[in-house]
């Protein structure tokens, strides 16, 4: 199983984008670390872009773009993440802003925007304010009605591309009172108001992603037509919190590409670097480094990977696994990023100058990577709707009445996914969870899959003791049934604990759903060389003790030094790199 559609096509941008280590190349390493230092918006990149075609696959092929499935969006911004993050962030934004007409819009709204969209023109979500953050529900930001449409006033802040944003989606309270029905969406076109009507706010110096704009925007009366309401009156936070469940899946890109270089600039420095009279990969702490970061970096691909096609297969769940891969990958690549830091020593440090060579992205790309947990709700928000949702998947878990399949369609690579349906998107998965309700079948079959092939019966006992680990998990859920505010520190541990035990089935549905009938797996796919590696690993962030899963971190390690020396990118699917890339 190497062979994946989105992948070639995540192939096919990769060549088109040149050699980053080239510092002729438009987007190379060079150009992106001299845009850091002046903090400068990466505008020739972006044009760049759009030349190539990557906004067509913001806009869903009904309103005239090329986004057939999500699972092709994923790789194609974490081919861009993987080069740098303040792009990814600063040109895939226009996914953010528009997507809320993609989930409520009419289609002629839709149409209009899509086009808009193709043609390069950059839309933003204006979401914050300076003295809420995250609690949209206190958003003083107001659009009174006129009898021309609607007439906006206050203050957003905080906004990615708040200033070079050509639209805004805008959330403003419509009703005084507020609430839940008291906010709507209103499509904002600066081009349609009046230039007294707003102002921008200058850009905000950030750690990571210095060249993005980050900034805000004071509406002072801004006077927009009656086309502009994005859905019903009213509507603005149910709207919102579904167009959510969409971008935290997509952010899993931007951490799967942020691990993909860190990764990669440890592995070349452990080729190359000499102690003792022995290269760094012959010791065996940064082996086990290294090893362990793969196992994470492969683990984290898998649950991206099954989480995106769930946005077509289990449209109706997706408030769960949306913000399962909301923490786990934003949350887990920091700590492999931290890790690969020790590895790589002073030169971790390292920006520019001479004989840095390819080590000065690798601080970049860390600073770049943090604000990644914070885009699109922070952890405590993600891990706080998977508590909120405690009682049903408890219920769902101990009556065994959660419907695998759609799930294991999600895992199934080889079948087409179904068009994607906004209107199934829920605020709660009232059915449950369709991956750990997977868990007991996927282990019969991994069972039968060892009697005739020795390798695997590691495997079975590391997805034995992650079942038995996921039963005890859901009964001490329950004792936080009931928690709606005010969410104890211990019922989090338990919300990513979960995580960790969702992971672990997407894990065994990838490699059990895609390896039927198989023979002569070559490659991360060999003896189930990634599975093994990467249950034990889960296990180990569980805090359990792992069974013996043989040379399963050595074999990983030496698959990932392969792809390095053979230019392909370290991933459960064949990808090959622009010579001198990541």
């Not at 040109?91 to 989930?103: M, Q, R």
């Not at 990969?281 to 793969?294: F, G, I, N, W």
């Not at 860390?366 to 604000?371: A, G, L, S, V, Y």
């Amino acid at each position: 199983m190497t062979e994946h559609s989105p992948y070639r096509l995540a192939e096919e941008l990769e060549h088109a984008l040149g050699d980053p280590t080239d510092a002729r190349t438009t987007f190379s390493y060079t150009t992106c670390l001299d845009l850091d230092a002046r903090e400068e918006f990466p505008a020739r990149i972006c044009r760049d872009l759009d030349a190539w075609g990557l906004p067509d696959y913001y806009v869903p092929v009904r309103h005239g773009g090329r986004l057939r499935d999500y699972e092709h969006a994923l790789q194609l911004v974490r081919t861009v993440a993987r080069r740098d993050l303040t792009v990814a962030v600063a040109h895939g934004k226009t996914y953010l802003g528009a997507v809320c007409v993609w989930v409520a819009g009419g289609d002629e709204q839709a149409s209009r925007l899509g086009a808009d969209v193709r043609a390069g023109v950059p839309v933003a979500l204006a979401l914050t304010e300076r003295a809420h953050g995250s609690d949209l529900l206190a958003g003083e930001v107001t659009a009174r009605r006129t009898d021309g449409g609607w007439r906006l006033h206050g203050e957003k802040w905080l906004i990615n591309n708040a200033t070079r944003g050509t639209l805004l989606s805008v959330l403003a309270r419509t009703d005084p009172a507020g609430g839940p029905r008291g906010f709507s969406v209103l499509l904002t076109d600066k081009r349609e108001l009046a230039p007294a009507a707003y102002r921008h706010l200058p850009k905000v110096p950030t750690h990571g992603i210095r060249g993005a704009d980050i900034s805000g925007i004071v509406l002072d009366g801004a006077q927009v037509g009656p086309h502009a309401l994005v859905g019903a009156e009213g509507t603005g936070i149910e709207t919102v919190l579904k167009a959510l469940q969409l971008t935290r899946t997509m952010c899993a890109s931007l951490s799967l590409g942020a691990a993909d270089h860190g990764l990669h600039i440890a592995l070349g420095f452990a080729r190359e670097r000499r102690l003792y009279g022995r290269s760094l990969t012959e010791l065996p702490q940064a082996r086990q480094v290294l090893a362990s970061a793969a196992a994470d970096v492969i683990a984290h691909e898998a649950l991206a990977l099954v989480a995106s096609r769930m946005v077509h297969t289990a449209t109706d769940e997706l408030s769960l696994i949306a913000a399962v891969t909301k923490y786990l990958l934003p949350t887990g690549t920091e700590d492999v990023l931290c890790a690969l830091g020790g590895v790589l020593g002073a030169r971790a440090f390292l920006v520019s100058g001479q004989g840095v060579g390819p080590y000065g992205m690798f601080q970049k790309v860390e600073r770049d990577h943090r604000i990644v947990g914070l885009f699109d709700g922070n952890t405590l928000v993600n891990l706080t709707a998977l508590v909120q949702q405690f009682r049903s998947l408890v219920r769902h878990w101990t009556r065994s009445t959660a419907d695998p399949a759609p799930a294991l369609a999600a895992c199934e690579l080889a079948v087409p996914l179904p068009e994607f349906e906004p209107t199934r998107l829920s605020l709660k998965a009232r059915g449950g969870s369709s991956l750990p309700a997977a868990l007991p079948g996927l282990i019969e079959e991994l069972r039968e899959q060892a009697a005739e092939q020795p390798a695997l019966k590691w495997a079975v006992d590391a997805a034995l003791r992650l079942l038995d680990v996921t039963d005890r998990l859901h009964d001490r859920m329950a004792g936080f049934a009931d928690v709606v505010a005010d969410v104890p520190e211990d019922a989090f541990e338990l919300a990513r604990h979960y995580c960790l035990c969702v992971t672990a089935a997407a894990c065994l549905g990838l490699w059990v759903c895609n390896t039927r009938g198989a023979a002569g797996q070559d490659g991360l796919w060999r003896d189930g060389v990634w599975l093994r590696a990467v249950l034990d690993r889960l296990l180990v962030r569980l805090g359990e003790e792992p069974p013996d899963t043989g040379a399963a971190y050595d074999e990983l390690l030496e698959e990932a030094l392969r792809a390095h020396e053979r230019g392909r990118l370290f991933s459960l699917l064949r990808l090959g790199l622009v010579r001198g890339s990541v």
